[in-house]
């Protein structure tokens, strides 16, 4: 066309036009720490598989978990979940059903059966991880993934620690717990059972020859020493209070009658049954007592239901399924079948004081729930040592005073749940890994939190969280079935869509929709974008509308 | 409804995309294909809200017709912003020739197709607040009243901002311009009956006509795709925040029409042959006062001292379009009106 | 075909025998008669394919026209007077734009006081407006000079305007030779826009240009339009190839052999200036003719070359039908441009005096046609005069103002001092 000079243009001319140097700030796409993830005592990237979860990708999601967290079916059961008290969602509407996907990926890795490889060429080292529980099966997973030979020895009779011989049954089905620690052996973990660690520095010196049990696996230990140990034994000793009792009081403590549930026989307990504490163990002992026939089940608190320690879902599950409770209350003396109570106040500062106001409450049988105890004997005299509290000191790498020993879970100082206890065995196996090349285990430097502020929330979508199915009650006091049930696949969908992502791109196109001078390029599907500096003036719609958080704006250089 | 529900999606379906969508459940905005109608280049102010609403706009009517849509600008913001010689940012066939003719230009334009047999090839008139409500507003009741096969797409910025901002028929009460200083005993933009062309585009009773913002660009898509399945005038209208004259922050110009339907302030409905059919809700309802305060034009509402009078006005205002197009379920309305009436601050969500 | 028609109607055929594709339609006396007769062929089905479009203003009408043009449709419309000078805001955009409309202006005057009768002082106002300006001076011319129009827009892509006067020519029933339908296409082949809105071939017209090309852009359009001072010869002369007759052009001269005074005028009122000359002629004036057909581009060199170089042209006396208030005579100015544009070596130039006649539909009678020029050959014309002016009434007008400041309305109390009482409403 030979068009009219000036007056008809050729389309599009406006690119010579590079309206990028009008900029004074410029966008940046940043990663941020979503608070689920920082708030995990496993360290799992929970917004990246709940992410890879929202597709469809189950196997990969599961495969992102694993990365942290060798046990999500048992994560889906039994974690006390910190994440979703953190959740940003929370202060939408509702946390994130984090738990709830993750169990589901667990079950559904084990009705696939997904299996880890192990792709790490072999070191050639021996690492011994003592204690078979969460802790101990971490590392020696993380450790064997690294290439490492590892071997866990373990006093008990089966796997799985407090997971097994605490954790009642309806909470978490052996079968569950059975086949996530066989799929760690399976990746060459040697186990050994029955088999009480009790000279540690010997192992290290010369494969154990000193150790009483030696002889049972003097064939493995004899062509080698351990490089180096993760001691995790736990905490098992039921802590007891002294209650002036007459002969006939039957006291129990809360693990060791959790412990016999693993036995041959159920612990005899009565027609009525009293447990004295406030912990999650005391709901356990509360719970399974009334699985056992007792008609009553009351549990005996010095405070308040706010100041309980167990968590609000323990005790509401606990309510729902008569178990009473009786707040304010010291027992002050058993005997025959007669608890006497003493009324409690709390002081200013919250601690219970006596009211010198007596009661009486009949009982069969008094459970102590009252905490537990470690039994560190196998590294007292251990040079370098140190033991505070009745627990043992160990360094930010989780290593001991003496080189080469580290421990971990319930028997160092730290919160006691299976969760922080798998944390610690991941993060043993990595200090381990670098010990063993004369190394430091650093890590990345973490991005910084994503506040729930950052966020632009508009573009979320009302969800409420979906609910887990339950037992009907009838069978939660006649059965040890899971009372719990999982979600089904499109609930678990719905659930790991409701995550909003917090800080991390999830490539919503909202920042390339909404430039109002395209100076945004779409990269493609897991590429994300990027700021086309040549056009891009600044105003900032991308990083306002950005729903996630995960663009900000920095000042040009002069 | 007039945006696509998608349930089970991350961010529901206001955010622009997102890879768990279908390709069909896509906005245009979203697709690295999108045609950019308005491309690189053009020298709207940051943030500008017309730029982005008449690319979403375009581009959607690009994907409706299959890549055959004609321009007709009139003049204003967009067509000096997008055209000045020797360069242009539009990418599809687009035409200026003047700032009241806009629709008439259009008119001819799809005579010229009609006489041609090109009824593949569809027209889109669209001008500045001015340039429809006021200057071009003759030609643009010409064109409803022959139903001419155009879609008009009026984007509203409240006033006429390429001339520096000066009052015109679109510009809310209240509102300060160069026109209407914020200066004697009514500052700003003076109480009048307001012109509300979507109402009048109704009276018409053309097949189409909808309202639409930039801060809801699947609804704005949407509105374009679906005017473009009837034959015959459609009107639509939406609100672009304009960051120069209204005093709010660039990076807050979605916010701000957000919250423009967020207080009832600016209704978003759709209506066909002069019957509303439907109304998008309000999702978070707010009270005026938080759209006012982040836009220096109503600066004078609140210092020296809180005109409270003149807030209630424009907060009755925003009630009045709640009820007339049912924006909240009904049992919310009244307890919420009591509150939101009374001229509290704090945000009233539903 | 020979026919007794109203100009209008030979008009309207011959418009639709060009094949517009899109005609708008706005009513404005006298162009009435010619878009009614064009929206019946349509209505009728008798041109097809063709939109025919009832707007709501002229401003629409030329819009639409634009907008159709842009599409590349071949576009049409007519007006006049207050018409055209509300359309004027885009009758100036389709010249910026180079659209090839063409358009019927029947001339009438422009209020106030409103006035439906024919002068020029409409198409006058629009002359710079960077349209083509052809002046009819005949029913037959009107018709023929609308074929013409298409051609030389098209060629062009320069709007059109053809004059042609109000009532005189509009309402008047003349034996007209109305074309064949195939003649007309053999001469006018379909529209082949320069620029056209095609999603296959995206441009963007009507871009904003500041002074870095603005002076550029408007040499362009004067060059082009000054093309129609070589382009329009040639139409004529391929018109009477296929027409057999000869219609239009840029000058035409009446008995100008040994003329020593010139007549010069634009439209119908030639018709009358030539029984006039006949008649001075006969008392033996040395009187000719110089109509300007084109008055748009000015054809200054043809005007020249009618008048020869020798200096045998004393007098020119141009008869202008509309006035330049304050000024005197349009046409003039441009003559004396062109006269002036002759470079040295000339003759000492005509004298030259404006005769301002036939405003607001003042019959222009031989009688003081004779008067006048008579006068003119005397030497005793002044440079600046009004033809039949009522120098009585306005006297009486001039006491009046005097008197009172509010003298009342001028055209009213006129009618009272002739005894009539105002009917144009
Ligand atoms: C009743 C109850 C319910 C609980 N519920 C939950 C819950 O729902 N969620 C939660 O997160 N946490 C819960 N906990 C806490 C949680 O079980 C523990 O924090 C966690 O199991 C600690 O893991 P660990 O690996 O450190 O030790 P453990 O799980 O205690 O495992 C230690 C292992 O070491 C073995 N061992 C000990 N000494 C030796 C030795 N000398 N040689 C060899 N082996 C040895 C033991 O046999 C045992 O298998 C609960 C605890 C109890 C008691
Ligand atoms: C006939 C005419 N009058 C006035 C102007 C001056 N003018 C150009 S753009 C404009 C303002 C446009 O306002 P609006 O239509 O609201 O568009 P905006 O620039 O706000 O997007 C004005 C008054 C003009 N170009 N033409
Ligand atoms: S919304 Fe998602 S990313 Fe954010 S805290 Fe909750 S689970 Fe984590
Ligand atoms: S707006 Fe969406 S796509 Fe852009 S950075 Fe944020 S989350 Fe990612
Ligand atoms: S003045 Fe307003 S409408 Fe015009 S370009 Fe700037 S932001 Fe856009
Ligand atoms: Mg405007």
């Given at each position: 066309?030979?068009k009219?000079?000036a007056i008809t243009l050729e389309v599009g001319s406006s690119?010579?036009?590079?309206?990028?140097?009008?900029?004074?700030?410029?966008?940046?796409?940043?990663?941020?720490?979503?608070?689920?993830?920082?708030?995990?005592?496993?360290?799992?990237?929970?917004?990246?598989?709940?992410?890879?979860?929202?597709?469809?990708?189950?196997?990969?999601?599961?495969?992102?978990?694993?990365?942290?967290?060798?046990?999500?079916?048992?994560?889906?059961?039994?974690?006390?979940?910190?994440?979703?008290?953190?959740?940003?969602?929370?202060?939408?509407?509702?946390?994130?059903?984090?738990?709830?996907?993750?169990?589901?990926?667990?079950?559904?890795?084990?009705?696939?059966?997904?299996?880890?490889?192990?792709?790490?060429?072999?070191?050639?080292?021996?690492?011994?991880?003592?204690?078979?529980?969460?802790?101990?099966?971490?590392?020696?997973?993380?450790?064997?993934?690294?290439?490492?030979?590892?071997?866990?020895?373990?006093?008990?009779?089966?796997?799985?620690?407090?997971?097994?011989?605490?954790?009642?049954?309806?909470?978490?089905?052996?079968?569950?717990?059975?086949?996530?620690?066989?799929?760690?052996?399976?990746?060459?973990?040697?186990?050994?059972?029955?088999?009480?660690?009790?000279?540690?520095?010997?192992?290290?010196?010369?494969?154990?020859?000193?150790?009483?049990?030696?002889?049972?696996?003097?064939?493995?230990?004899?062509?080698?020493?351990?490089?180096?140990?993760?001691?995790?034994?736990?905490?098992?000793?039921?802590?007891?209070?002294?209650?002036?009792?007459?002969?006939?009081?039957?006291?129990?403590?809360?693990?060791?009658?959790?412990?016999?549930?693993?036995?041959?026989?159920?612990?005899?307990?009565?027609?009525?049954?009293?447990?004295?504490?406030?912990?999650?163990?005391?709901?356990?002992?509360?719970?399974?007592?009334?699985?056992?026939?007792?008609?009553?089940?009351?549990?005996?608190?010095?405070?308040?239901?706010?100041?309980?320690?167990?968590?609000?879902?323990?005790?509401?599950?606990?309510?729902?399924?008569?178990?009473?409770?009786?707040?304010?209350?010291?027992?002050?003396?058993?005997?025959?079948?007669?608890?006497?109570?003493?009324?409690?106040?709390?002081?200013?500062?919250?601690?219970?004081?006596?009211?010198?106001?007596?009661?009486?409450?009949?009982?069969?049988?008094?459970?102590?729930?009252?905490?537990?105890?470690?039994?560190?004997?196998?590294?007292?005299?251990?040079?370098?040592?140190?033991?505070?509290?009745?627990?043992?000191?160990?360094?930010?790498?989780?290593?001991?005073?003496?080189?080469?020993?580290?421990?971990?879970?319930?028997?160092?100082?730290?919160?006691?749940?299976?969760?922080?206890?798998?944390?610690?065995?991941?993060?043993?196996?990595?200090?381990?890994?670098?010990?063993?090349?004369?190394?430091?285990?650093?890590?990345?430097?973490?991005?910084?939190?994503?506040?729930?502020?950052?966020?632009?929330?508009?573009?979320?979508?009302?969800?409420?969280?979906?609910?887990?199915?339950?037992?009907?009650?009838?069978?939660?006091?006649?059965?040890?079935?899971?009372?719990?049930?999982?979600?089904?696949?499109?609930?678990?969908?719905?659930?790991?869509?409701?995550?909003?992502?917090?800080?991390?791109?999830?490539?919503?196109?909202?920042?390339?929709?909404?430039?109002?001078?395209?100076?945004?390029?779409?990269?493609?599907?897991?590429?994300?974008?990027?700021?086309?500096?040549?056009?891009?003036?600044?105003?900032?719609?991308?990083?306002?509308?950005?729903?996630?958080?995960?663009?900000?704006?920095?000042?040009?250089?002069? | 409804?007039?945006?696509?529900?998608?349930?089970?999606?991350?961010?529901?379906?206001?955010?622009?995309?997102?890879?768990?969508?279908?390709?069909?459940?896509?906005?245009?905005?979203?697709?690295?294909?999108?045609?950019?109608s308005l491309t690189?280049?053009?020298?709207?102010?940051?943030?500008?809200?017309?730029?982005?609403?008449?690319?979403?706009?375009?581009?959607?009517?690009?994907?409706?017709?299959?890549?055959?849509?004609i321009a007709v600008n009139?003049?204003?913001?967009?067509e000096?912003?997008s055209t000045p010689y020797p360069e242009t940012s539009w990418q599809l066939p687009w035409l200026h020739?003047?700032?009241?003719?806009?629709?008439?230009?259009?008119?001819?334009?799809?005579?010229?197709?009609?006489?041609?047999?090109?009824?593949?090839?569809?027209?889109?008139?669209?001008?500045?607040?001015?340039?429809?409500?006021?200057?071009?507003?003759?030609?643009?009741?010409?064109?409803?009243?022959?139903?001419?096969?155009?879609?008009?797409?009026?984007?509203?910025?409240?006033?006429?901002?390429?001339?520096?901002?000066?009052?015109?028929?679109?510009?809310?009460?209240?509102?300060?311009?160069?026109?209407?200083?914020?200066?004697?005993?009514?500052?700003?933009?003076?109480?009048?009956?307001?012109?509300?062309?979507?109402?009048?585009?109704?009276?018409?009773?053309?097949?189409?006509?909808?309202?639409?913002?930039?801060?809801?660009?699947?609804?704005?898509?949407?509105?374009?795709?679906?005017?473009?399945?009837?034959?015959?005038?459609?009107?639509?209208?939406?609100?672009?925040?304009?960051?120069?004259?209204?005093?709010?922050?660039?990076?807050?110009?979605?916010?701000?029409?957000?919250?423009?339907?967020?207080?009832?302030?600016?209704?978003?409905?759709?209506?066909?042959?002069?019957?509303?059919?439907?109304?998008?809700?309000?999702?978070?309802?707010?009270?005026?006062?938080?759209?006012?305060?982040?836009?220096?034009?109503?600066?004078?509402?609140?210092?020296?001292?809180?005109?409270?009078?003149?807030?209630?006005?424009?907060?009755?205002?925003?009630?009045?379009?709640?009820?007339?197009?049912?924006?909240?379920?009904?049992?919310?309305?009244?307890?919420?009106?009591?509150?939101?009436?009374?001229?509290?601050?704090?945000?009233?969500?539903? | 075909?020979?026919?007794?028609?109203?100009?209008?109607?030979?008009?309207?055929?011959?418009?639709?025998?060009?094949?517009?594709?899109?005609?708008?339609?706005?009513?404005?006396?006298?162009?009435?008669?010619?878009?009614?007769?064009?929206?019946?062929?349509?209505?009728?089905?008798?041109?097809?394919?063709?939109?025919?479009?009832?707007?709501?203003?002229?401003?629409?009408?030329?819009?639409?026209?634009?907008?159709?043009?842009a599409?590349?449709?071949?576009?049409?419309?007519?007006?006049?007077?207050?018409?055209?000078?509300?359309?004027?805001?885009?009758?100036?955009?389709?010249?910026?734009?180079?659209?090839?409309?063409?358009?019927?202006?029947?001339?009438?005057?422009?209020?106030?006081?409103?006035?439906?009768?024919?002068?020029?002082?409409?198409?006058?106002?629009?002359?710079?407006?960077?349209?083509?300006?052809?002046?009819?001076?005949?029913?037959?011319?009107?018709?023929?000079?609308?074929?013409?129009?298409?051609?030389?827009?098209?060629?062009?892509?320069?709007?059109?305007?053809?004059?042609?006067?109000?009532?005189?020519?509009?309402?008047?029933?003349?034996?007209?030779?109305?074309?064949?339908?195939?003649?007309?296409?053999?001469?006018?082949?379909?529209?082949?826009?320069?620029q056209?809105l095609?999603?296959?071939?995206p441009v963007s017209i009507g871009a904003m240009?500041?002074?870095?090309?603005?002076?550029?852009?408007?040499?362009?359009?004067?060059?082009?339009?000054?093309?129609?001072?070589?382009?329009?010869?040639?139409?004529?002369?391929?018109?009477?190839?296929?027409?057999?007759?000869?219609?239009?052009?840029?000058?035409?001269?009446?008995?100008?052999?040994?003329?020593?005074?010139?007549?010069?005028?634009?439209?119908?009122?030639?018709?009358?200036?030539?029984?006039?000359?006949?008649?001075?002629?006969?008392?033996?004036?040395?009187?000719?003719?110089?109509?300007?057909?084109?008055?748009?581009?000015?054809?200054?060199?043809?005007?020249?070359?009618?008048?020869?170089?020798?200096?045998?042209?004393?007098?020119?006396?141009?008869?202008?039908?509309?006035?330049?208030?304050?000024?005197?005579?349009?046409?003039?100015?441009?003559?004396?441009?062109?006269?002036?544009?002759?470079?040295?070596?000339?003759?000492?130039?005509?004298?030259?005096?404006?005769?301002?006649?036939?405003?607001?539909?003042?019959?222009?009678?031989?009688?003081?046609?004779?008067?006048?020029?008579?006068?003119?050959?005397?030497?005793?014309?002044?440079?600046?005069?009004?033809?039949?002016?009522?120098?009585?009434?306005?006297?009486?007008?001039?006491?009046?103002?005097?008197?009172?400041?509010?003298?009342?309305?001028?055209?009213?109390?006129?009618?009272?001092?002739?005894?009539?009482?105002?009917?144009?409403?």
């Amino acid at each position: 066309m030979n068009k009219p000079f000036a007056i008809t243009l050729e389309v599009g001319s406006s690119r010579a036009n590079q309206t990028g140097s009008w900029r004074t700030e410029r966008p940046v796409y940043v990663d941020s720490l979503p608070p689920c993830n920082h708030a995990c005592p496993a360290g799992e990237n929970i917004q990246q598989w709940l992410y890879q979860g929202e597709d469809g990708s189950y196997e990969n999601a599961w495969r992102q978990i694993m990365a942290d967290n060798p046990f999500p079916a048992i994560m889906g059961r039994v974690c006390y979940r910190p994440c979703e008290t953190a959740c940003n969602r929370a202060q939408l509407d509702e946390a994130v059903g984090i738990n709830s996907v993750e169990r589901f990926l667990g079950d559904e890795a084990l009705r696939q059966g997904w299996t880890m490889p192990v792709e790490a060429p072999p070191s050639g080292r021996r690492v011994l991880v003592v204690g078979c529980g969460p802790s101990g099966l971490s590392a020696a997973y993380q450790l064997t993934r690294l290439g490492h030979a590892v071997t866990i020895r373990d006093a008990g009779a089966a796997p799985g620690g407090m997971m097994r011989y605490g954790i009642p049954k309806y909470r978490l089905p052996r079968d569950v717990l059975d086949a996530e620690v066989q799929r760690i052996v399976d990746m060459g973990v040697t186990l050994e059972l029955n088999t009480t660690v009790k000279d540690i520095q010997s192992l290290l010196r010369d494969g154990g020859a000193g150790e009483p049990d030696a002889g049972k696996n003097a064939g493995k230990d004899a062509d080698g020493k351990f490089d180096a140990v993760f001691v995790a034994v736990g905490a098992h000793i039921g802590r007891r209070a002294y209650i002036p009792a007459g002969d006939s009081a039957r006291i129990l403590d809360a693990v060791s009658m959790l412990r016999d549930m693993e036995g041959e026989e159920p612990p005899l307990l009565g027609r009525r049954v009293a447990v004295y504490g406030g912990g999650n163990t005391a709901m356990d002992a509360a719970r399974t007592a009334r699985r056992l026939g007792a008609s009553e089940a009351i549990v005996v608190y010095r405070r308040t239901r706010e100041r309980m320690p167990a968590h609000d879902i323990e005790v509401k599950e606990a309510l729902e399924e008569g178990v009473t409770m009786r707040w304010l209350s010291t027992i002050t003396h058993a005997d025959g079948g007669k608890l006497q109570i003493e009324k409690m106040a709390l002081d200013e500062t919250g601690f219970p004081q006596p009211t010198g106001e007596f009661t009486e409450l009949e009982a069969d049988c008094l459970v102590l729930a009252l905490g537990q105890d470690a039994d560190l004997s196998l590294l007292e005299g251990v040079s370098g040592v140190e033991f505070t509290d009745g627990v043992v000191q160990v360094s930010p790498e989780l290593m001991t005073g003496y080189p080469g020993i580290f421990a971990g879970g319930d028997m160092v100082p730290g919160e006691r749940t299976v969760t922080v206890g798998i944390g610690h065995g991941k993060k043993a196996a990595r200090c381990i890994d670098a010990w063993l090349r004369s190394d430091h285990y650093t890590r990345e430097p973490k991005h910084d939190l994503a506040p729930f502020g950052n966020l632009n929330t508009w573009y979320y979508e009302d969800a409420p969280a979906t609910v887990r199915p339950q037992l009907d009650a009838a069978r939660r006091t006649t059965s040890f079935d899971e009372v719990v049930g999982g979600l089904d696949a499109s609930n678990a969908l719905f659930e790991a869509r409701r995550c909003l992502s917090c800080g991390n791109c999830f490539e919503c196109d909202n920042c390339y929709g909404v430039c109002p001078d395209n100076a945004v390029i779409k990269l493609g599907v897991g590429e994300r974008y990027q700021i086309d500096l040549n056009y891009c003036k600044g105003c900032g719609i991308c990083v306002h509308e950005c729903p996630s958080g995960s663009i900000k704006m920095v000042p040009e250089e002069a | 409804m007039p945006y696509q529900s998608i349930k089970f999606i991350q961010t529901g379906s206001l955010a622009v995309g997102g890879r768990l969508l279908a390709e069909d459940q896509r906005s245009v905005q979203s697709g690295a294909q999108r045609s950019n109608s308005l491309t690189l280049g053009h020298r709207a102010c940051q943030g500008c809200g017309e730029a982005l609403g008449a690319r979403i706009a375009l581009d959607a009517c690009q994907r409706a017709t299959g890549g055959k849509t004609i321009a007709v600008n009139a003049t204003g913001c967009l067509e000096v912003f997008s055209t000045p010689y020797p360069e242009t940012s539009w990418q599809l066939p687009w035409l200026h020739s003047l700032f009241g003719n806009a629709p008439a230009v259009a008119a001819g334009v799809a005579a010229a197709l009609r006489a041609k047999s090109r009824d593949d090839v569809r027209v889109v008139g669209q001008g500045g607040d001015g340039g429809t409500v006021d200057i071009g507003f003759a030609c643009l009741s010409g064109m409803f009243e022959r139903n001419d096969d155009v879609l008009y797409i009026c984007y509203d910025n409240e006033a006429y901002m390429n001339t520096g901002v000066q009052r015109s028929g679109a510009t809310p009460y209240a509102a300060r311009t160069a026109t209407t200083e914020p200066v004697g005993p009514e500052p700003g933009n003076k109480f009048g009956q307001g012109k509300n062309v979507p109402m009048i585009a109704m009276a018409h009773e053309i097949p189409y006509v909808a309202t639409a913002t930039v801060s809801d660009l699947r609804d704005l898509e949407y509105k374009v795709e679906r005017a473009m399945e009837f034959r015959g005038a459609r009107y639509l209208h939406v609100l672009v925040p304009c960051p120069l004259g209204w005093g709010s922050a660039p990076e807050s110009t979605i916010e701000v029409a957000r919250l423009a339907t967020q207080t009832g302030l600016f209704p978003v409905f759709e209506a066909e042959d002069g019957e509303v059919v439907s109304a998008t809700p309000i999702r978070h309802r707010t009270g005026v006062r938080d759209y006012l305060r982040i836009q220096r034009r109503y600066a004078h509402l609140f210092k020296p001292a809180e005109r409270t009078e003149m807030i209630d006005r424009i907060q009755r205002g925003a009630d009045r379009n709640i009820t007339r197009f049912g924006l909240l379920p009904a049992d919310d309305i009244d307890a919420e009106l009591a509150t939101v009436g009374a001229g509290r601050a704090e945000e009233i969500t539903s | 075909m020979l026919r007794q028609i109203e100009g209008s109607r030979a008009v309207a055929d011959a418009v639709a025998m060009c094949r517009p594709e899109v005609i708008c339609a706005y009513p404005i006396t006298p162009q009435t008669h010619i878009v009614e007769a064009l929206g019946a062929k349509v209505k009728a089905g008798q041109l097809r394919p063709c939109e025919f479009l009832n707007v709501e203003s002229e401003f629409a009408a030329m819009s639409v026209a634009i907008g159709a043009s842009a599409a590349g449709a071949r576009a049409y419309t007519a007006t006049a007077s207050q018409g055209l000078l509300y359309m004027s805001e885009a009758v100036y955009n389709a010249a910026g734009l180079g659209l090839p409309i063409v358009m019927t202006v029947a001339n009438r005057a422009i209020g106030a006081p409103i006035n439906i009768w024919n002068d020029h002082s409409d198409a006058m106002s629009q002359r710079d407006a960077g349209w083509i300006q052809l002046y009819a001076e005949t029913s037959q011319e009107a018709l023929d000079l609308h074929i013409q129009a298409f051609r030389i827009a098209e060629d062009l892509s320069v709007p059109v305007m053809v004059c042609m006067d109000g009532f005189l020519l509009t309402h008047a029933y003349e034996r007209a030779d109305i074309p064949s339908p195939d003649q007309v296409d053999n001469f006018l082949p379909g529209y082949e826009p320069r620029q056209v809105l095609d999603p296959a071939a995206p441009v963007s017209i009507g871009a904003m240009v500041g002074p870095e090309a603005f002076t550029e852009v408007r040499y362009l359009a004067h060059a082009r339009q000054s093309q129609a001072l070589t382009l329009i010869p040639e139409v004529v002369a391929e018109f009477t190839k296929t027409f057999g007759r000869d219609s239009g052009g840029l000058v035409r001269g009446y008995r100008l052999e040994d003329a020593d005074t010139v007549v010069v005028a634009l439209g119908s009122v030639l018709g009358t200036i030539k029984d006039t000359v006949d008649e001075l002629r006969g008392d033996g004036m040395r009187i000719g003719i110089l109509g300007i057909s084109t008055f748009r581009p000015f054809p200054s060199a043809a005007v020249r070359e009618a008048l020869g170089s020798d200096g045998r042209v004393k007098r020119l006396v141009v008869l202008e039908r509309a006035l330049a208030t304050g000024v005197g005579g349009i046409v003039s100015a441009d003559l004396r441009m062109a006269l002036a544009g002759g470079g040295s070596g000339r003759a000492a130039e005509p004298v030259m005096s404006t005769v301002i006649a036939g405003l607001g539909g003042r019959a222009i009678t031989r009688m003081s046609l004779r008067t006048m020029l008579a006068e003119a050959v005397a030497g005793a014309l002044e440079p600046l005069s009004f033809l039949d002016l009522n120098k009585g009434l306005i006297e009486r007008e001039f006491i009046r103002a005097r008197r009172t400041r509010r003298s009342g309305p001028v055209a009213e109390n006129m009618l009272r001092d002739q005894g009539l009482t105002a009917r144009i409403g």
